[in-house]
Structures are given as structure tokens and as C-alpha cells.
């Protein structure tokens, strides 16, 4: 079955680094999301993504992050200058039209 | 606004008995609800949704029910296995877009 794999499964950094958490979408899907949960918070939407831009964005999804789909399979989160507060699971998804959404299995980042 | 909640945040059944999880939805325009597990460390997976046009919708020993009038989804887990054991997250959205996830219910199984 397929599924949607995300690298690293886990990343530490310094704050004020930059880093990419990579997500490889189901193959036949043309939405992709990001999300992210803080440890023992709830899921939170980040920015979602279609034809090759962004089509909504949440008020966290600040001018440190951007999204790129650099080649036909990888979909990627950069967060320029990482926070304290970053420290998080990210979660990458995707959907093929208007259907359910699949989740990644998360990359959990600890900012230092 | 948006905002999805749930009623309780633990719940413990026996094993072999039926759980109900249940939540309120505040966005009327949603058009799309959905339950997810999430299992610790990994990602919310996909349980069942239902649609706005519809009040019931079943699966594979879950149900989900949807009432509009009181903006109300439940998730019935029949015969509840240790496996079930998680955190679920009832979630909404509106015309598929972005998930609006609510705080979601432990549920745990006595043996």
C-alpha cells in the first residue's frame, strides 16, 4: 500500500540553523500539506500546496519557512533560522483530489 | 471560527466492550469530518470521514455519526481490541482543504 515517507525521523539543531525536512508524497497526489504537533498539543496546519504554489498558509507559517517541491517526488519544509519554540513534530501529507489526506510518519525536530 | 473540541480527554473501556468518542464542531460551513488515530510517535492514520450530506457511515468495526443540527460526530468502536488503544483526533474541513484537528481523546483498554 502506499505511503507517504518523510527524512529524517529525527533532527536536533542549534537555534538560529537552518534545516529541511524532506517528505516523498504518494505518487498520484496533487495537494501536499505540512503540519506540525507540539508534544502534547494538537495537530496544527502549516501551509498546504497545489500546482506548484501555495494556497493557504496558517499564521505560524512565517517569512522563516517556505516549501518547495524541487523535482517530481520530493516535497520539502525549510525553516530558515529555527526557534526554541520550532521544537516539534512535523507532518507532511498529501491527498489525490479532494479526498482524504495521508499522513507521513513525522519528523520530530528539537531545537537547542 | 474554526474550532473542533472533544468532550472528554481520556476514555477507558474493557477490552471486547464498545467505545464511543465524541465531538463538537463549532464552523457550521464545514462540509468534510474525519477521525484519526495516532499512535504514540507516529503519524495521525486515517480511521473513516463522513461528509455533510450524510448522518452515518460505517466501516470496518468503526462507525461515525454526524448530527448538524447540534454540530456533533461521534466515532463507535465496536468490540474494542488492545490494538485500538491511542490518541484519536476527530478533525474538520471545509470543501477538503485544510484539516482543523481537534484536541483529541486517549483511549485506553482494560484488560
Known amino acids: 500500500e502506499p505511503e507517504v515517507t518523510q527524512t529524517p525521523s529525527h533532527q536536533v539543531t542549534q537555534m538560529g540553523q537552518e534545516v529541511i525536512l524532506r517528505c516523498v508524497p504518494i505518487s498520484n497526489h496533487l495537494y501536499f500539506y505540512w503540519y506540525r504537533q507540539i508534544l502534547g498539543q494538537k495537530v496544527e496546519f502549516l501551509v498546504s500546496f497545489y500546482n506548484n504554489e501555495i494556497s493557504e498558509k496558517s499564521e505560524i507559517f512565517d517569512d522563516q519557512f517556505s516549501v518547495e517541491r524541487p523535482d517530481g517526488s520530493n516535497f520539502t519544509l525549510k525553516i530558515r533560522s529555527t526557534k526554541l519554540e520550532d521544537s516539534a513534530m512535523y507532518f507532511c501529507a498529501s491527498e489525490q483530489e479532494k479526498e482524504t489526506q495521508y499522513f507521513g510518519p513525522g519528523t520530530r525536530l528539537l531545537v537547542l | 471560527g474554526e474550532s473542533v473540541g472533544l468532550h472528554l480527554p481520556t476514555l477507558s473501556v474493557q477490552e471486547g466492550d464498545n467505545s464511543i468518542i465524541n465531538c463538537a464542531y463549532s464552523?457550521?460551513?464545514?462540509?468534510?469530518f474525519i477521525w484519526y488515530k495516532q499512535e504514540s510517535g507516529k503519524g495521525p492514520q486515517f480511521i473513516i470521514d463522513?461528509?455533510?450530506?450524510?448522518d452515518k457511515r460505517q466501516g470496518q468495526r468503526v462507525t461515525v455519526l454526524l448530527n448538524k443540527t447540534v454540530k456533533h460526530l461521534s466515532l463507535q468502536i465496536a468490540a474494542t481490541q488492545p490494538g485500538d488503544s491511542a490518541v484519536y483526533f476527530c478533525?474538520?474541513?471545509?470543501?477538503?482543504?485544510?484539516?482543523?484537528f481537534g484536541s483529541g481523546t486517549r483511549l485506553s483498554i482494560r484488560p
Open positions: 463522513i461528509r455533510s450530506n450524510m
Open positions: 478533525a474538520e474541513s471545509l470543501s477538503a482543504s485544510k484539516i482543523i
Open positions: 464552523n457550521s460551513a464545514s462540509d468534510y
